[in-house]
């Protein structure tokens, strides 16, 4: 079964990589032929990687995430599957090469490193739904803060050339910045969202396994929820959505991986991440 499952992460890794090529293809040259094949690719992927996740969970009978590489494989299931839901609902797919790429780079470093271990020999903590809801929606909240950090970078970048008078495939291609802008908005709102639903799932985590005891990590969880919600109040009341959003969102990221990377460092908790 080990060998199986390696096969089938391979498989998973290579298919993310072809969905992000048929995207960019499509990115260059439009047809009827490169949209179907987009569409085909994404769903591909997307079922493929759900089936894996579903054969990791029976075969070592626990969480599919019990390290930081499982958690990289989740990150680009949480891209692909925010992304699918804003190229749905926003009918473009301009912004596919970007988000695709990064979900195949993180799941060929976790195919290549990650370590499988059985429920035996990991933490009693992951092994409960507490966990495994705190997975889901940190994962979903992760991917579409990052995805709102691409979309800044996008925003910058044309905005950027709409200034110098730079017309080229790159900018005809794209959708409108005030499109653009509020896929933006709509991508870190989402991102609160499910940070905010993981608030009472840490509450429980907290005194459950931690003996209610708050350590440095929850700590950081809780300051980079209040940047984000103060940028989607922005958004919503002061009516930001152009460059001063981009600009709050990629700050606001890095205040994510500074604070992150510090709990990591001040505690033992969390180790695997």
Request: positive net charge.
């Amino acid at each position: 079964m080990g060998l199986l499952l390696k096969i089938i992460e391979i498989i998973l890794a290579v298919l993310y990589w072809c969905s992000a090529g048929v995207y960019t293809g499509h990115f260059i040259r439009s047809t009827r032929l490169s949209s179907g094949l987009c569409s085909i690719f994404i769903r591909l992927t997307l079922i493929w990687h759900l089936v894996f996740f579903a054969l990791i969970s029976w075969n070592f009978g626990r969480n599919p995430v019990a390290s930081f590489y499982e958690f990289l494989s989740a990150l680009a299931l949480g891209l692909l599957l925010i992304y699918l839901y804003l190229e749905v609902r926003f009918h473009n797919r301009s912004l596919g090469p970007w988000v695709l790429t990064l979900a195949a780079a993180a799941q060929t470093v976790s195919t290549i490193l990650a370590k499988h271990p059985y429920a035996e020999d990991v933490s009693p903590a992951i092994l409960t739904s507490w966990f495994t809801f705190h997975q889901i929606f940190i994962t979903l909240a992760f991917s579409s803060l990052l995805i709102s950090a691409i979309f800044s970078l996008m925003y910058l970048v044309l905005y950027r050339s709409l200034k110098r008078k730079l017309f080229d495939v790159f900018f005809e291609r794209f959708l409108p910045l005030a499109t653009l802008g509020e896929m933006n908005y709509q991508a870190l709102l989402t991102g609160v969202i499910f940070l905010a639903i993981n608030i009472p799932v840490a509450f429980a985590m907290v005194y459950a396994f931690n003996n209610g005891e708050w350590d440095f990590q929850y700590c950081m969880f809780f300051t980079y929820f209040i940047v984000y919600a103060l940028g989607a109040l922005l958004g919503k009341f002061a009516g930001w959505r152009g460059n001063r959003l981009a600009i709050y969102s990629l700050v606001s990221l890095c205040i994510l991986v500074v604070a992150t990377g510090a709990a990591k460092f001040f505690t033992e908790r969390h180790a695997w991440f």
